[in-house]
């Protein structure tokens, strides 16, 4: 009798393809087809000169193509942590904001010089509501995260 031995798949590396962001991505799997539906996460902390960005990818198979499009960025909370300093204020809030093709969770963090009143935080929360809502409402989301990335909001 001879010993059975376990078949073995080859992997390679497949290369995918991601519009937003001008890295590379290669996933290393047995097949482009297994790779459907993962999220990739990517540290853009070195291509957008140290603003600790932090994407997260879906990828999509079509045809034998990968492409990944975006679902979320968020700043690292170290980078959050490292530019707060001793007598400022922050001010976060979190709204959901219809863009033209989806609904988008937003959570605006910001950072006053000084300390500041509860009735300044609320009207800064309000003001950077209003803002963000007229400028998501006629874009894309894929507009937002493009903008996002080249820091025009």
Known sequence: MEPTR???VQKTFFEVKAPLISAKISLYGASAEEFEGRIVRLDLTR???GKNLEVLMRVKHNEGILSAEPISTQVFGSYIRRMMRKGADYVEDSFTAQCKDTILLVKPFLITR???SRAVQKALRDTAKDHL???MTPRTALELFTDIM???I
């Open 133 to 135: 809502m007229a400028y």
């Open 6 to 8: 376990k078949r073995t």
């Open 150 to 152: 080249t820091n025009k």
């Open 47 to 49: 291509s957008l000169r």
């Open 114 to 116: 000084n300390k500041v």
